[in-house]
């Protein structure tokens, strides 16, 4: 842990501010908070262009903010894009991939045998060195078995669940996903805690909100610092809402969850003021991957002006909201061009803490504060990986394509489409397209809609793959991925409460285990026909393959 020493810059900052924000408080590092939306899109914050504007309360946050137009997710799927969030790590450096096909999306649904490995060094882990408190509420998606849980990798505090909000499930052949405080199960989503899907009422955004209220009153009491990562997932189909908020909006039901997370950020951050403890917590808003278009209009969000959306390395795919908040640090009503990742949350808020970030590994993310606090910007690259495959770069204004796709012709026939009404020839393909020797190169400042692919012929076209092509060798020739940990599912490890299990429509081969290969397509849990030693004589009844296709629609 010697690459985590305390380091001094920012502990000066706060203390020539002691006069306006007392003492005592400028003696410990600012409370962090990061708040991330699950499937929310570029398009639908009002700051950002949403014609019905029903986000005051995050147009408000830009404005006293900094807006980050060009922010990016490490992979367009929920688990993989939280991984990274939490270690400054590309997902295929930590494991969060699979290898059972190629650019093949993958995820932790309730079977999968993997997580979150102990080798990696978690945000809140790391920030205990710096004597802060730490929770996570909402939505983990790391691993659901309890080595992978929050409390085993740094977390303090814990409510909320390892999966999203799947479900209702029968509780025979599949449980419910059970929701968590702390290490004790206290319930599952559908049974203790309701959604009703015909209405889309549910309470869980107020839960979540008072779980983090209480929490930021608790801390400050105590006069200790705190990190705080609230994790909802109301912008996730099902979408919901409480009735409060249900049919207030002019877009629906998901425009009702986008009206209530807007509220709750209102009242966190109303909460800050009240508490005096504004301009010492940092405060940072954006989502894991875009909207889910394959449930759009009513069940899925918006991408504004970019292609296609979640599952694929378009820009609706991988380009966030972002805002970052911090009154009397980051001057307000600014709009930053810096190449961000959600990655870059890691590394600036160790920067924050005055700590250094690990220095026994490979470390993606950049520290944003020069960029907020000064307006220097770091001239980086944006890597966009589907499962173990490098897809594409961004470079400055350039954005080279390696590898097309957007899903199977199978899926695309049964009516499945990540990028409805939107068909750019030779781009938005439904066959893997292989562009590593002449890459598809679009100048995303003059075409954000990546539908117009400069001439392999012209001048800027050379130009730009002169510059791109050096970054992509030296980042693939230094790259030493994880061992995959998004490989192997079996329902043998799904939290119990489970009688025997029920025969279905089919059996899997192999003992407990379902293999790729008799699969016609991505399946929301990549298999493998091994198996952890301590299930393999576990004999389990699956059902068909054709059950696992739902991935690649809006189940993950």
């Keep these: 842990m010697a690459a985590v020493a305390v380091a001094t810059r920012w502990w000066l900052l706060l203390v020539l501010s002691a006069a306006e924000v007392g003492v005592a408080r400028a003696l410990q590092p600012p409370n962090i908070l990061l708040l991330l939306m699950d499937d929310m899109g ?34 367009p799927l929920c688990s993989p894009s939280r991984a990274a969030l939490l270690t400054g790590r590309l997902p295929i450096r930590s494991g969060f991939y699979t290898t059972n096909g190629h650019a093949r999306n993958a995820y932790t649904p309730q ?21 802060y408190a730490s929770k996570i509420v909402g939505k983990w998606h790391l691993g659901h078995r309890p080595q992978f849980h929050p409390l085993k990798h740094g977390f303090d505090e814990w409510f909320g669940s390892p999966n999203c909000h799947f479900g209702p499930y029968d509780n025979k052949a599949r449980p419910n996903i059970p929701v968590y405080r702390d290490q004790e199960m206290v319930g599952r989503f559908y049974e203790e805690f309701p959604i009703n899907l015909k209405t889309g009422e549910a309470n869980l955004t107020q839960i979540y909100l008072q779980e983090a209220l209480e929490f930021i009153q608790r801390q400050q009491a105590a006069h200790r610092p705190f990190f705080l990562y609230w994790a909802v997932d109301a912008t996730h189909a099902p979408v919901y809402a409480s009735k409060p908020f249900l049919g207030t909006s002019q877009r629906g039901r998901y425009g009702d969850a986008i009206r209530e997370l807007d509220d709750s950020v209102g009242r966190i951050l109303r909460l800050l003021r009240d508490l005096s403890i504004a301009e010492n917590t940092f405060v940072f808003f954006t989502s894991d991957n875009g909207a889910a278009l394959i449930s759009a209009p009513r069940q899925g969000g918006s991408n504004g002006p970019f292609l296609c959306g979640k599952q ?35 590394t600036t808020s160790l920067s924050l803490a005055g700590l250094e970030p690990p220095r026994d590994r490979a470390i993606d993310g950049l520290d944003l504060l020069p960029a907020m606090l000064q307006g220097r910007l770091t001239d980086r690259p944006i890597f966009y990986y589907r499962g173990n495959t490098l897809m594409a770069v961004t470079l400055g204004q350039y954005k080279a394509h390696f590898w097309t796709w957007t899903n199977s012709w199978e899926e695309f026939k049964q009516g499945i489409d990540f990028c409805p009404g939107q068909n750019v020839s030779g781009v938005t393909t439904h066959s893997q397209e292989e562009h590593t020797k ?51 599912c079996n329902r043998a490890v799904m939290p119990a409460r489970r009688t025997s299990p029920v025969a279905s429509s089919g059996t899997c081969p192999s003992p407990a285990l379902e293999s790729l290969a008799s699969c016609p397509g991505p399946p929301d849990c990549c298999l493998r026909p091994t198996a952890a030693p301590e299930l393999e004589a576990t004999r389990l009844v699956f059902p068909p393959c054709s059950s696992y296709l739902m991935a690649a629609s809006s189940r993950v």
Excluded: C
């Excluded at 019905?52 to 903010?65: H, I, K």
């Excluded at 820009?315 to 930053?336: D, K």
């Excluded at 692919?453 to 790259?479: C, G, K, M, N």
């Design 438 to 488: 002449l890459p598809l190169i679009f100048h995303l400042g003059r075409d954000p809609g990546e539908r117009f692919p400069l001439s392999v012929a012209s001048i800027e076209y050379l130009d730009a793959l002169h510059r791109i092509t050096p970054v992509v060798q030296q980042h693939q020739e230094a790259l030493v991925p994880g061992q995959p940990q998004l490989n192997v």
């Design 312 to 346: 694929t390395t378009f820009e609706g795919g991988m380009r966030e909201p972002a805002i970052a908040w911090w009154p009397g640090h980051i001057p307000a009503g600014q709009v930053s061009h810096q190449l961000g990742s959600i990655m870059d949350l890691f």
């Design 111 to 131: 079977e999968i045998v993997g997580g979150i490995p102990d080798s990696e060094l978690l945000l809140p882990a790391l920030l205990k060195g710096a004597g």
């Design 42 to 75: 570029w398009g639908d914050l009002g700051v950002y262009g949403e014609p019905s504007r029903e986000t005051p309360n995050l147009d408000r946050m830009a404005v006293e903010g900094m807006l980050f137009p060009n922010f990016y997710t490490a992979n």
